[in-house]
């Protein structure tokens, strides 16, 4: 099996694919974790946490030949490379320059774009074959632009809603927290839903007026969604964008298969 990782800011996200006697990936998803990505955990820790996941489904961790990484916290990654090599006994391949993506990156530094920005653009144009623009919903919202000719053309960062509400939350001395949900109406007749509602509908009209611009500045492209929030945030986009949670996942197999002879060799 292959097992490829994402490790985000907030959540690591986890997915094993069957891998065949060649040695590439078949593309369904045997098994997917969500779990919170913690800057005190132990490679060992990780280790133990993850074989938990893998008895809880019945999976064998010895079954794992190939492990793919990507990751946006660099404190992480000689955790992550230890814990597959102890646990595993696999040297896991990371995301980073160098890598075999396929893809042209039109960025000033290339290198400064996030493994997980080039990853989800990968998968897109691999799986659309046409201009599209990726939202990441996660602890920061990226807006990723792809070319017609599968190109990575730049982006956009912003906040995430948890980012906003937290700020909020935290210089407002006499606003509650609240669940962050989609209230019943727009105009709000209480506290939590003025909160809610500031915080949904003007999350939505962020990602809406960043998308309308993009979207300006392209030939006709289509629009995804991905990352932990895209249900919610993307449900109240007017661009109705195809929300993919696997996204991630399916650009590091993409990826993993891309270098497959470099590996061999």
Known sequence: MLLVIDVGNTETELGL?????????????????????SQKQTAD???????????????????????IVASVVPPQESLVRQMCERFFGVKALFIEPGI????????????????????????????????C?????GTATT???????????????APGIGIS???????????????????PHVIGSNTVHSLQSGLFHGYVGLVDGILERILGEMEAARVIATGGMAQFIAGGSKFAPEIDESLTLMGLRIIWERNLHNRRK
């Open 133 to 137: 623009v990726v939202v990441d919903f």
């Open 165 to 183: 509400a937290e700020a909020l939350f935290d210089r407002t001395a006499r606003l509650p927290r609240v669940d962050i949900k989609r209230p």
């Open 45 to 67: 820790e990780h280790g133990v946490l993850i074989a938990q996941l893998f008895a809880m489904r019945g999976l064998e961790m010895k079954a794992v030949t190939g492990i």
């Open 143 to 157: 807006f990723d632009a792809v070319s017609a000719k599968g190109e990575y053309m730049g982006g956009v960062i």
């Open 17 to 37: 694919f069957p891998m065949r006697e060649d040695g590439t990936a078949a593309p369904e998803l045997t098994a997917q974790w969500r779990i919170s990505t």
């Open 100 to 131: 075999r993506t396929g893809m042209p990156v039109h960025y000033d530094n290339p290198a400064e774009v996030g493994a997980d920005r080039i990853v989800n653009a990968v998968a897109a144009y691999e799986k659309y074959k046409q201009s």
